[in-house]
């Protein structure tokens, strides 16, 4: 069983489009995050959940709007794609505490022309 | 921004040990030091973590210097799959995991 995953794994589109990225644990965890890896392959924090309520929201656009319906799942809508949204996007989960470590996904790549 | 400096490469010869550091010298009394290795573009794996004691699991050890101000991670036998990024991390707070450039580590046969 895959503990964190996302869908789609790759998404291509156009500028100016809108789409969503899923995520979904299977875990227990209460803590849910979004990280954004560019191309110079650094990973960005993006957002972080605990609970289904925003705990960290990073300096993000506020064309990306993060929505946990439930504590399993964190979805993350991006509105008016720009070219430099193209990135790999990964969610994670944690159990909370100082001492619970990241459980990441896969990755979703998002390529925008 | 990350607390932590790493090199931004090493080399080790496969079968053999390979000791990563990382330099955290602004690290609080609270705040543990983890490490995470990312595998090509796969997403990034748990390897470790710790407060002020020496840590071993099945994968590495940590070292951390007694003014917590250093850490090293240690793969006994490196293998070609441990060839990854390593990222040295001080957690800030219980939500908050700031990944660094971390560094690059390449096995070779």
């Known amino acids: 069983d895959t503990a964190v995953s996302q869908t789609p794994k790759y998404l291509v589109t156009q500028m100016g489009n809108d789409k969503s990225i899923k995520c979904e644990q299977n875990?227990?965890?209460?803590?849910m995050y979004w990280y954004k890896q560019d191309s110079k392959k650094f990973l960005k924090i993006m957002f972080s959940?605990?609970?289904?309520?925003?705990?960290i929201n990073e300096t993000v656009p506020n064309r990306f709007s993060p929505k946990s319906p439930d504590k399993a799942h964190l979805n993350l809508h991006i509105n008016s794609l720009e070219l430099g949204d193209s990135a790999v996007y990964f969610c994670?989960?944690?159990?909370?505490?100082?001492?619970?470590?990241?459980?990441f996904g896969e990755g979703s790549r998002l390529t925008v022309l | 921004d990350a607390k932590t400096t790493q090199p931004p490469s090493m080399d080790c010869a496969e079968g053999r040990a390979a000791n990563l550091p990382c330099n955290h010298s602004?690290?609080?009394?609270?705040?543990?030091v983890y490490w995470y290795r990312q595998i090509h573009s796969q997403g990034p794996q748990y390897i470790i973590h710790?407060?002020?004691n020496n840590e071993t699991n099945e994968m590495a050890s940590l070292i951390i210097t007694e003014d917590r101000k250093s850490s090293t991670l240690i793969l006994p036998h490196a293998t070609l799959r441990d060839t990854a990024v390593y990222y040295c991390?001080?957690?800030?707070?219980?939500?908050?995991?700031?990944f660094g450039a971390g560094t690059r580590l390449t096995v070779k046969p």
């Open positions: 602004t690290i609080s009394g609270n705040e543990y």
């Open positions: 959940y605990n609970n289904k309520e925003l705990i």
């Open positions: 991390i001080v957690r800030q707070n219980n939500n908050d995991m700031r």
């Open positions: 994670a989960s944690s159990r909370p505490g100082r001492t619970g470590e990241l459980f």
């Open positions: 710790g407060l002020k």
């Open positions: 875990l227990g965890h209460d803590t």
